[in-house]
């Protein structure tokens, strides 16, 4: 059965870091691609980054990138969001999600298993 369980979330203030964790099991982790997304209240989930399984390639949402990194562990089954400059706007419900298919990783529908989530509240 695979997990993902995503933890590092909290509140912290505009201009403040985070970084999420999200352990995965049950999965050849080094296999997948990783992403992390994001849903705000009333709003559609969207895509934060995603990072390739071997040679660990990242392509960040137009949002985000600059100031989140995202970062993966193989050994641990683990993959990281470092979030650095956070805004008001960063607030969100965080999930990864894990992916075997090809393509860019950007688009949810490309991910076969997804975290519960994690609270990243941004105060202004």
């Known amino acids: 059965q695979v997990q993902l369980v995503e933890s590092g979330g909290g509140l912290v203030q505009a201009g403040g870091s985070l970084r999420l964790s999200c352990a995965a099991s049950?999965?050849?982790?080094?296999?997948?691609?990783m992403g992390w997304f994001r849903q705000a209240p009333g709003k559609e989930r969207e895509f934060v980054g995603t990072?390739?399984?071997?040679?660990?390639?990242?392509w960040y949402a137009d949002s985000v990138r600059g100031r989140f990194t995202i970062s993966r562990d193989d050994a641990k089954n683990t993959v990281y969001l470092q979030m650095s400059s956070l805004k008001p706007e960063d607030t969100a419900v965080y999930y990864c999600?894990?992916?075997?298919?090809?393509?860019?990783?950007?688009?949810?529908?490309?991910?076969?298993?997804w975290g519960q989530g994690t609270q990243v509240t941004v105060s202004s």
């Open positions: 049950g999965l050849t982790f080094s296999n997948y691609r």
């Open positions: 999600a894990a992916s075997y298919s090809a393509g860019l990783g950007r688009s949810g529908s490309s991910y076969a298993y």
């Open positions: 990072i390739r399984w071997s040679e660990s390639s990242t």
